[in-house]
């Protein structure tokens, strides 16, 4: 009997929490990261998007576009639940944005909120991670010990592996997508995804080259191929749509701050955004070329949801003038 009892202690249920950070790429990134540290650790796995960036309220806007056959909604509130980082006990209703203000450093992160990715055994009945980026690199250890990963060796592959298992859209917004593709997408498609609102905000980007994008555009359009833009700035939008015809595009909501994140944008639907922006990341996944810069999460999400592979992507901080 003592026995047993043990052993059901030992089966207890532990919990994975991944809250949401910054934008739709950084918190899709963070999702793979969590769902790759939730398959190896044998935790179960919650998503929470109930920050207020992407509802106008405390929704959860993750299930609200999303379906991950890993995720649950809720876990059980009961006091003698351990938490690490221990920071969040008492506070695992809270989002990093209540607990601070503005952009967060990556080291502050690791240090205080989120935990150590290379560690699978922690005895805490809750872990709590949030980031900026799926870091790769802190997994390569615990693959190589004889875990089955197909393409466990290669970055690209194996976030496109996991994204094409474990995460889906929304049926009502699948179709959108398959509508849109119905109605503008006859030809060979290049996907443009060219970030340029608050890259010079942020400490180490830059606003991307975007005669390099002209460049690998005028090469390919030799083809005949349409053009697919997706961009948060309205007046980059606009010249595309004046010097190429065979454009096309998902209407969408722009800031009037054009130094601001879409996101944080307070004069616009949250919930409209997050959809547009979803939109705008599977379209550009579904077409048969893509133009883009790799320090983008929304770039590296799109090229991994998408089928596209060498030579048929381009990253533009690699294109020679």
Known sequence: MLQRLKNLLRKKDKYLIVKGLAGLGNRLEVVIQAILYSKLSGRKLLIDWGDGVYASDDRNAFYEVFECPLAIKTIPKRDELTVFPTFWKGNLDKSVRQLECGWINPAKIKKEYSFDLKKLDYNEDILVMTDYHFHYDQFIDNLSKGISFKDKDDKLLLIR????KYLFLKPQLYSGVVEFKRNNFSKPMIGIHIRYTDN????????????KYNR???????????LFLATDNKKILENYKSGYSSLTYFEKSFSKQEEQ???YSRELDKN???IEAVMDLFLLASCDYLIYSGDSSFSIIALALSDINRPNYFDVRYVML
């Open 216 to 226: 690998v555009v005028k090469n390919l359009l030799g083809g005949k191929p349409g």
């Open 161 to 164: 592996r996991l994204l094409k």
């Open 272 to 274: 409209k955004v997050l």
């Open 261 to 263: 994140s879409i996101h």
């Open 200 to 211: 010079s905000l942020e400490i180490g980007r830059n606003y991307p080259d975007l005669e």
